[in-house]
């Protein structure tokens, strides 16, 4: 997503500590790389791995990161799940399947809750997200206090570990600012059109249409008028786009301007 010009200023600035990502034993460069980029999308920051196969630094990984470079500048690496989580006071292991150990299951909206309130306390909380191929073992998910688990098809429940990533670090983005988003219409700048505006585009809607003969059988006007201003008025048009429209049916009319919105012409404006 390219930069914004005008930002809401309640997308920003999140108060509480955020969560970290812990990337258990990831074997491809371009999945941590990945897995930066979907954190940076919802303002994640801290990513640890465990015993990256290919090693530390990956220049696969900053290639997929995608201008992810804070993420990536600031990846710790760590060799066992222990030394990774040994500063966290809470951590959700991540699994797309039932496991032996015996611990709350909890949905990634569930999780992003239990991490926002946490959060807001001042302590640190993790998600832990295991190998590409077979995920966590069992010891590894004892090591945590919960588990998360996707609302996936249970038939097709393996996920790439950067969906898996996006998807918690989008719930605990929603639940961080109430889901704010960065930017909506500007209705100071793109203000809805006054009844009387709409009215004068009917009027030259239909004008235009009445001077080609559109209406026909001549009985049928009325219900085709309101079913024609019916289709306008769902629109929503604002101030700008009804100027526009009448725009266009001034050029269909073959006229040389555009009618002003006062014109006060009979039948067409």
């Not at 258990?24 to 990256?52: H, K, W, Y």
Request: net charge negative; charged share 25%.
């Amino acid at each position: 997503m390219t930069r914004n010009a005008h930002i809401d200023p309640a997308a920003t600035g999140l108060s509480l500590t955020a969560p970290c990502v812990i990337l258990c034993e990831p074997q491809l460069g371009e999945n941590i790389g990945t897995a930066a980029r979907a954190m940076a999308n919802f303002g994640l920051s801290d990513l640890r791995l465990v015993n990256p196969r290919d090693g530390w630094p990956s220049e696969k990984a900053r290639a997929a990161a995608s201008r992810a470079d804070h993420v990536i500048d600031g990846v710790q690496v760590f060799d066992s799940v222990e030394a990774a989580i040994a500063d966290l006071s809470f951590v959700f292991a991540t699994t797309a399947r039932s496991r032996e150990v015996a611990k709350p299951v909890r949905g990634p909206d569930e999780a992003a809750a239990t991490t926002t309130r946490l959060g807001a306390e001042g302590a640190k909380v993790g998600y832990l997200f295991g190998r590409e191929r077979w995920g966590l073992n069992n010891d590894e998910v004892a090591l945590a206090d919960e588990i998360v688990t996707l609302p996936v098809d249970p038939d097709f429940a393996s996920l790439n570990i950067a969906q898996a990533v996006l998807v918690c670090s989008y719930e605990w983005r929603v639940k961080a600012n109430g889901g704010a988003l960065p930017f909506r219409l500007d209705e100071e700048a793109n203000p809805p059109a006054s009844k009387d505006d709409l009215q004068r585009l009917f009027d030259h809607f239909e004008g235009a249409l009445d001077a080609v003969n559109f209406f026909r059988p001549p009985e049928k006007r009325p219900s085709m008028v309101r079913n024609l201003r019916n289709i306008l008025q769902k629109a929503a048009l604002t101030d700008q786009e009804v100027k526009t429209l009448r725009g266009v049916i001034a050029a269909l009319e073959g006229r040389k301007t555009r009618p002003h919105s006062g014109s006060g012409e009979s039948g067409k404006g």
